[in-house]
């Protein structure tokens, strides 16, 4: 079963847009949240998080909004750059702060941004 | 630094044949993971180690999937024998465990598994 889920496989928008992706979760255990940027033919880098204590993270251009009663959570990119197309992973895990680091993904969005 | 190193970048081999992947984590990282990347499921956790020791194995597919770590600079993912259904992308990862820093992992460029 997939505890965690992006259910648009594709994204598209215009430069100077904004970009929204969704990513919905199962498990209310999970307490902390990442989102990680995916470049073809490289690995994932993080590019931001957010734990459950929190309902908003910013971090220039990108922003992380949680709605735990929800499960859900979204990354928005204002505004939206050609560079930002990419694939986008969503990513949650259990006991923040804890003894774990175990990270549980879904399947990805790819966001194209339109020049 | 110069990050997670994976090699090879691209393997193709014959169904039966045993592959070994190769994993060299960031120097003085504690956790190391491998992960899966398929479209159908995306990125799955196939097990991961702390200090060399493996925590948590019950991502591993089956039994001809095993993972060694003999050292803190070195691990390695074997697939033997390999199956069609064993091709995607495999990506090594490692973290420093720490607040702030305990769920940042740092993903190496990925395996490219293609089984015929």
């Known amino acids: 079963d997939q505890q965690v889920k992006q259910n648009s496989p594709s994204l598209s928008v215009q430069e100077g847009r904004i970009s929204i992706l969704n990513c919905d979760y199962t498990n209310s255990m999970f307490d902390y949240f990442l989102w990680y940027k995916k470049y073809p033919a490289e690995g994932p880098t993080f590019l931001i998080s957010i734990s459950s204590i929190k309902d908003k993270n910013e971090d220039g251009r990108f922003t992380v909004f949680l709605n735990k009663s929800a499960k859900h959570l979204s990354l928005h990119i204002v505004p939206s750059q050609p560079g930002d197309s990419a694939v986008y992973f969503c990513a949650a895990s259990k006991g923040y702060g804890g003894a774990t680091n175990k990270l549980i993904f879904g399947t990805g969005t790819l966001l194209a941004v339109q020049p | 630094d110069a990050g997670v190193i994976q090699s090879p970048r691209h393997e193709v081999t014959e169904m039966g044949q045993e592959v070994t992947l190769r994993c060299k984590p960031i120097s003085g990282h504690d956790y190391l993971f491998w992960y899966r990347q398929t479209m159908m499921r995306g990125l799955e956790l196939l097990i991961y180690?702390?200090?060399?020791?493996?925590?948590?194995d019950s991502g591993m597919p089956e039994d001809r999937f095993s993972a060694k770590m003999p050292n803190a600079s070195f691990s390695t993912l074997k697939i033997q024998p390999s199956e069609p259904r064993d091709s995607a992308v495999y990506f090594c990862?490692?973290?420093?465990?720490?607040?702030?820093?305990?769920?940042?992992?740092?993903f190496g460029p990925g395996t490219r598994l293609t089984v015929l």
């Open positions: 180690f702390n200090n060399n020791v493996p925590i948590d």
């Open positions: 990862a490692s973290s420093l465990y720490g607040r702030g820093l305990a769920y940042e992992q740092f």
